[in-house]
């Protein structure tokens, strides 16, 4: 549901700049590279194996992704991003345990805006997109033998960017960059806040999922032109 609703959200903004966009042309990325990644803290708990846990971790693994993205002028694209991390999530605490496979799913509308002349061969980007972060299924085995899967649940999440873009005479070039995606997770009480006039209540302090992600890819330009 949640992935739908910023789907849905995303395709009312990008609508505006569809005109425009088919005449400075459309670009389309594809990358790979290496995500490292933290999880979240919470209540130490003794398992039957006598260790105690107290957070659980995505491992840092491979990624890759792609995204397609409308020129709305020759210096900033509006568009949709996709990545995936295949990674391992990992019981922490007195030691670490491997608990079962999981699959890392990004799903982003961005902006993104290019510096320097239009006409220069080596241009640096930067990004900022909203939209979902979903673990999917995570895998675990018993000791017995058995196994089972859990859901994950669709967060909402926000992805800055920054890197370069280097063009060729042609529609093809590359580019490289660094992107960050935190994702909240929950909250846990931290105190209580009073004031003279809403009382006291219970402060949060909120933790998040964390994603740094390097990666270097192809670029494929179709249309317009670079002045």
Partial sequence: MVRRSWW????????????????????????????FSDGV??????????????RVDPQDSYSYGFSIAFLARQDVEIGFLWSQQQSVLEAGGTQTTEIGDMTVNNYHGYAA????????????????????????KVRFEFPAGTTREVDGDSRFSFTLGAGVKAYT???????FGVRFTPTYVKSDA??????PFWGCYVVGDAQYANQWEFSGGLILRLGGRRR
């Fill in 113 to 136: 805006w290019s510096y320097g002349r239009r006409s220069s061969r080596v241009r640096p980007y930067f990004l900022f997109g909203m939209g979902a972060t979903d673990p999917g």
């Fill in 169 to 175: 005479q042609g529609a093809l070039g590359a580019r």
């Fill in 8 to 35: 849905m959200a995303w395709a009312l903004v990008l609508a505006p700049t569809v005109a425009a966009a088919q005449m400075q042309g459309l670009e389309i990325s594809g990358w790979g590279g290496w995500t």
């Fill in 190 to 195: 931290a105190g209580y806040w009073c004031d």
């Fill in 41 to 54: 803290s919470g209540q130490a708990v003794t398992a039957g194996d006598g260790n105690v846990y107290n």
